[in-house]
Every structure is written in structure tokens, then in C-alpha cells.
T-cell receptor
Framework: DAGVIQSPRHEVTEMGQEVTLRCKPISGHNSLFWYRQTMMRGLELLIYFNNNVPIDDSGMPEDRFSAKMPNASFSTLKIQPSEPRDSAVYFC?????????????FGPGTRLLVL | AQKITQTQPGMFVQEKEAVTLDCTYDTSDPSYGLFWYKQPSSGEMIFLIYQGSYDQQNATEGRYSLNFQKARKSANLVISASQLGDSAMYFCAMKNNQGGKLIFGQGTELSVKP
């Protein structure tokens, strides 16, 4: 079974441009998470969905960030306009409620650099 | 508030020896889960082991074991027979079973010496 798929793996863009990150969760998983990893702040949750519904978006930094999950197999994280301080690795993870421990499995991440 | 603390920024271990990576946590919830992830230099986050707060026995997964001391709120990872491929960042994380998100520690960078 394929793991969590993220695209693109690397993104270099200029300040002010729109950036869209994509995620395909593991088939059958009903929770999806977006995390950001930086040297200064470590790993932090941005937003998560249960059954395609956003549950907790308190980690979304500001209105420039938005996330959608139109169906069970696809989610996007959009930054518009992007700023240099958004440079980070963005991870998508998914998990299943049917698993007692609800382990979150991570995608390979998108390494974003905003110039 | 929930918090995870990893006090060892870096650790060294000789190949084939065992190593313990420390993790302490703070939560007021009676039900929670503790996780360890490995992040090699390639960047991916790899799930290693899980311990539930009500589990009576310490979790084990191959060469990985979790030394769970509930009263002390510690969940140390023990890696036996270290291999060169174990060199990586290791993150301890906690999840409140009523909520979805993981709270991560700062990580410990493990270097295995040949």
C-alpha cells in the first residue's frame, strides 16, 4: 500500500507568489494533518481534518494560509502571498480511527524556499 | 497544557551498543498516547513505537523498546545493538486521545560511531 504522497517535493518561489502544496493520504485513513517544521519552532501542527472536515486550524499562522480537503483522498495547503519566513518543510500525515493508537504516518514532506 | 521535553540535543553511541534517549511529558489528561519518530538526514518522519497511557507493559518493536514510567512522566526510547543506520534525529511526541494533533519534543540527534 502506498504511503502518504506529497507534491511537490521541493518548491522555490519568490516572495509574493502563491504556493500550493498537495497531499494524498493513505487510502482508508479518515484523519489528515498538516505540520510545519522549522529550526526555530520545530514541528508544529497547522491544521487537521477528520472525515474531510477541518477540526483544529488554530496553528494556521495567518490569513495567508488556507487548507482544503475536498474529498477523502486529497488535500491542499495554500500560501498566498508567500513570504520568506514561510520557508520550511511542510509535512502531511494521515491516521485512522479504527486503529487504537491512531498512529500518524507522514509523507516525505515539501521543502519550501521563499526568496 | 501538554508539553514534551527532550533534554539531550545530541547523543553519541558506539556501534552495537545500546542507547537511551530521554523524553519527559506533561499532561493533565488521564488518557494519552506517546510516540517516537525517527528523522534521518533524508528528511522523512518514520514511526517507530507507540505506548498508550493505560498499557501495562512497556512497548517493544524489534530493537526499539520504550521505558515507560508513568509516575515520573517519562517515556524513554531504548535502541539496542545500535547500527550505523540508526544515526538520525529522534522525536518524542504525545497525543491526547480526545484530540488529533501530536505535540513534539525538540528532538535528539543520535550519532552512531563505527
Amino acid at each position: 500500500d502506498a504511503g502518504v504522497i506529497q507534491s511537490p517535493r521541493h518548491e522555490v518561489t519568490e516572495m509574493g507568489q502563491e504556493v500550493t502544496l498537495r497531499c494524498k493520504p493513505i487510502s482508508g485513513h479518515n484523519s489528515l494533518f498538516w505540520y510545519r517544521q522549522t529550526m526555530m519552532r520545530g514541528l508544529e501542527l497547522l491544521i487537521y481534518f477528520n472525515n474531510n472536515v477541518p477540526i483544529d486550524d488554530s496553528g494556521m499562522p495567518e490569513d495567508r494560509f488556507s487548507a482544503k480537503m475536498p474529498n477523502a483522498s486529497f488535500s491542499t495547503l495554500k500560501i498566498q502571498p508567500s513570504e520568506p519566513r514561510d520557508s520550511a518543510v511542510y509535512f502531511c500525515a494521515s491516521s485512522s480511527w479504527t486503529s487504537r493508537q491512531e498512529t500518524q504516518y507522514f509523507g516525505p514532506g515539501t521543502r519550501l524556499l521563499v526568496l | 497544557a501538554q508539553k514534551i521535553t527532550q533534554t539531550q540535543p545530541g547523543m553519541f553511541v558506539q556501534e552495537k551498543e545500546a542507547v537511551t534517549l530521554d523524553c519527559t511529558y506533561d499532561t493533565s489528561d488521564p488518557s494519552y498516547g506517546l510516540f517516537w519518530y525517527k528523522q534521518p538526514s533524508s528528511g522523512e518522519m518514520i514511526f517507530l513505537i507507540y505506548q498508550g497511557s493505560y498499557d501495562q507493559q512497556n512497548a517493544t518493536e524489534g530493537r526499539y523498546s520504550l521505558n515507560f514510567q508513568k509516575a515520573r512522566k517519562s517515556a524513554n526510547l531504548v535502541i539496542s545493538a545500535s547500527q550505523l543506520g540508526d544515526s538520525a534525529m529522534y522525536f518524542c511526541a504525545m497525543k491526547n486521545n480526545q484530540g488529533g494533533k501530536l505535540i513534539f519534543g525538540q528532538g535528539t540527534e543520535l550519532s552512531v560511531k563505527p
